[in-house]
């Protein structure tokens, strides 16, 4: 298959170096500036459990149009990135070739498959942009359970857990989503289907959105959230109005969530991507970890008093953020 | 008279430029480190309104136990700085003087001359050092309305009004509160006595706890933090709750105060104004959290006010300023 990974950051490049060192099949990378020059310069290294794996990509360019059309893009960018990035991405696929996003909390594709009026979520693709032009349709969601930060360009560290969820928008199993799974499989990446995803992206989802958006506000990393008596408050009121916005949507959660446990499950010196973001003067996904379960509540009449101020605050903090 | 400000950041700078250059009393400075390397090499500097003013400084030090007695102390020192500072302020009170605490927020002397149990302020003076031996009995309150701006050691960028509002913690007109009017009039530095201090109190924090501590989690300033409507309304929900715990309080300012105009001032005037907790978190310096904001929910826990906003906003800023600290 022709493999192309979109994007190699900390997750991209996890899967690149994994996919390329396998030799299954032929995998090209999209990147960069200092990201791609490192690529080209020493190729791409993950160390994980005491172990490091170095590939190098027979194609590594910021350039897609250069590329052959692709069976499968490995889309892993930044949610807010991803509009920006949807004629490339559409342009890039072949025929029958699909997109398989990789993606932090509620994705763009959201209302594709499900009853009642589809369109794309504003607040994640304000112009559309994914919705007409890679069409969900041709879209593959995916859950990323891999913990992982770039240390430097093309030097990625992983800890903790490492495998993907993908599933069809429609909950269907796809001979396509069966053939991506294999892909990873055969690439030395663990992947399984789900044939509810959103359930899935929902598990994650009120984690991060209390967990990243408070150590992003406060600078304050997991282990720091789980002793402080009063950021668990907000943690837990957060995970709370989450849960009950994930309910009235039809996905049900609140029976398996420990939300007491979840919010002092951080260990000292975990940095949530967020925070991350917030020390490098990066942009944040704000959107997609809370601005889109706030949108989702007003639509459900669901109150959300926690998310109502912690939103505004972060969407203030991400424009200077972006200013800088 | 013998006057010493304690003190030397933006504010007692300030103050301590125009007492000096009025060369009407015997005027020592309490500095530290860069500051006063930088005092007692190039004096102090003001600049206001097109004008700069320099002066030396004959008596600039940074061990205040080798200063004489003072009659009063302008005490210029951020509310957390405070308690480590209160022997030595004590110390150096003449006996029949007094110090002037030139302070953001709700002060550590709230609970002296007001009815009811009496008693410092935990939050702001921890173990009672400043109750106990500064003694609210020797302190004057003080407000003041003077944007200032340490741009560099020992130079001071003023604009704005610039005016203080004294007054004695059990409101009277005291014999010593007019002497002290005296000495800042003396340099050219406008009083407005006031009627209730903790009334005016209110009314500053009220206007200023909202701004400083959005723009500090955001790193706004106060005009974008105007110009965004969902900004806007936090701030008018910080503003809504003080002054709903001022009122339970006994300081009913909701007819005085219109937050909807107060939380958009900044889009015009102070678009870029940087408040002072914006400015402090930008230098990675200890925040004002508790006289601006923490000691307001201590208030409404005992009077039984809710205050949803705040109560997830204090966590936040203290947080932040526990992670700067580590730093």
């Not at chain 1, 020059?37 to 020493?42: L, V």
């Not at chain 1, 369109?119 to 304000?126: E, F, K, V, Y």
Request: glycine share 10%; charged share 20%; aromatic share 4%.
């Amino acid at each position: 298959m022709k493999v192309c990974v979109f994007g190699a950051g900390a997750v991209g490049g996890h899967v690149a170096t994994r996919l390329l060192a396998a030799q299954a099949d032929e995998i090209s990378v999209v990147a960069r500036g200092a990201i791609l020059k490192a690529i080209r310069e020493r190729g791409l290294t993950v160390r994980s459990g005491g172990s490091e794996i170095t590939a190098q990509p027979a194609v590594a360019t910021d350039d897609p149009s250069t590329l052959p059309p692709q069976d499968l893009v490995i889309v892993t960018l930044k949610a807010h990135a991803v509009p920006g990035a949807a004629g490339a991405i559409a342009r890039l696929l072949g025929p029958l070739g699909c997109a398989i996003f990789l993606l932090n909390g509620i994705p763009w594709w959201w209302r594709h498959g499900l009853p009642g009026a589809g369109g794309t979520l504003p607040l994640l693709d304000p112009e559309g942009a994914l919705e007409k032009q890679v069409t969900p349709e041709r879209t593959l969601g995916c859950v990323v359970h891999s913990p992982n930060d770039m240390i430097e360009p093309a030097v990625i560290v992983h800890t903790g857990p490492n495998h993907l969820v993908l599933g069809e928008p429609d909950g269907s199993v796809s001979a396509r989503l069966q053939a991506a799974v294999a892909m990873f499989k055969r690439g030395g990446v663990d992947a399984r289907v789900s044939n509810d995803l959103r359930r899935d992206i929902w598990q994650k989802l009120v984690l991060n959105a209390s967990g990243n958006t408070l150590a992003a506000l406060s600078r304050v990393d997991l282990g720091g959230l789980g002793t402080d008596p009063a950021l668990c408050a907000l943690s837990i009121d957060i995970m709370r109005e989450a849960l009950a916005v994930a309910a009235a949507l039809g996905w049900d959660l609140r029976a398996d969530t420990d939300v007491e446990a979840a919010a002092r499950r951080g260990k000292p010196g975990q940095r949530p991507s967020m925070l991350q973001d917030v020390l490098k003067g990066r942009p944040m996904e704000v959107e997609a970890l809370l601005g889109q379960i706030h949108a989702f509540a007003l639509e459900k009449k669901i109150a959300a008093p926690t998310i109502d101020v912690i939103l505004p605050l972060l969407r203030g903090l991400d424009r200077t953020l972006r200013a800088n | 008279m013998k006057i010493c400000v304690f003190g030397a950041g933006a504010v007692g700078g300030h103050l301590a430029v125009r007492l000096l250059a009025a060369q009407a009393d015997e005027i020592a400075v309490v500095a530290r480190g860069k500051m006063l390397q930088a005092i007692r090499t190039r004096g102090l500097t003001l600049r206001s309104g097109g004008q700069e003013i320099s002066v030396q400084v004959p008596l600039a030090t940074d061990d205040p136990s080798t200063l004489p007695p003072q009659d009063l102390i302008a005490v210029a020192l951020k509310a957390h700085a405070l308690p480590g500072a209160a022997a030595a302020i004590a110390k150096l009170i003449a006996p029949r003087g007094c110090a002037v605490f030139m302070l953001n927020g709700i002060p550590w002397w709230w609970r002296h001359g007001l009815p009811g149990a009496g008693g410092t302020l935990p939050l702001l003076d921890p173990d009672g050092t400043l109750w106990n031996h500064v003694r609210p009995e020797r302190a004057l309150g003080c407000i003041v309305h003077s944007p200032n701006d340490a741009v560099e050691p020992g130079v001071i960028s003023h604009s704005g009004p610039d005016y203080l509002v004294l007054g004695e913690p059990d409101n009277t007109s005291s014999e010593r509160l007019k002497t002290a009017a005296d000495v800042f009039n003396r340099g050219g530095i406008a009083i407005k006595p006031a009627v209730d201090l903790r009334r005016e109190i209110w009314r500053k924090l009220a206007q200023n706890a909202s701004g400083n501590t959005l723009a500090a989690l955001t790193r706004l300033t106060l005009g974008q933090l105007g110009a965004d409507p969902e900004l806007r309304q936090l701030m008018v929900g910080v503003m809504r709750e003080t002054l709903a715990v001022a009122a339970a309080l006994g300081w009913d300012l909701r007819a005085e105060i219109d937050v909807e105009k107060v939380s958009q001032r900044g889009a015009g005037r102070d678009m870029g104004v940087r408040s002072s907790m914006l400015q402090d978190t930008l230098k990675k310096r200890p925040l004002e959290i508790d006289a601006l904001l923490g000691q307001t929910q201590a208030f409404a826990r005992e009077a039984g006010v809710g205050v949803p906003v705040i109560d997830i906003v204090l966590p936040l800023l203290r947080a932040l300023d526990r992670a700067q600290r580590a730093d």
